[in-house]
């Protein structure tokens, strides 16, 4: 009897469940794609911006050195704590 109580009150109370968690997660997320969106729009809105951004992935293969590695964990690092650039 309890199993069937459980899984009926699982399957009313699972969903809304979810989607609050989703919610809050979402609300708890956003702010932070705010500020990558304002770096974003910082480094192509300049009279000196690059006219493209590219993506890639990097392969370690092609990079014995770890030079690029070391590029890519700094712009990661400086983007991750820098304050937001909007006024």
């Known amino acids: 009897m309890t199993r069937i109580l459980d899984r009926?009150?699982?399957?009313?109370?699972g969903p809304p469940f979810a989607i609050g968690v989703g919610v809050f997660t979402f609300f708890l997320v956003i702010d932070r794609i705010y500020q990558l969106t304002d770096l974003v729009m910082a480094l192509f809105a300049g009279p000196l911006s690059c006219v493209g951004g590219s993506l890639a992935i990097y392969d370690p293969d092609q990079d014995p050195e770890r030079a690029g590695a070391a590029?890519?964990?700094?712009?990661v690092r400086n983007v991750l704590v820098r304050p937001t650039i909007s006024p």
């Open 8 to 13: 009926y009150i699982i399957e009313e109370l």
């Open 71 to 75: 590029q890519i964990v700094a712009f």
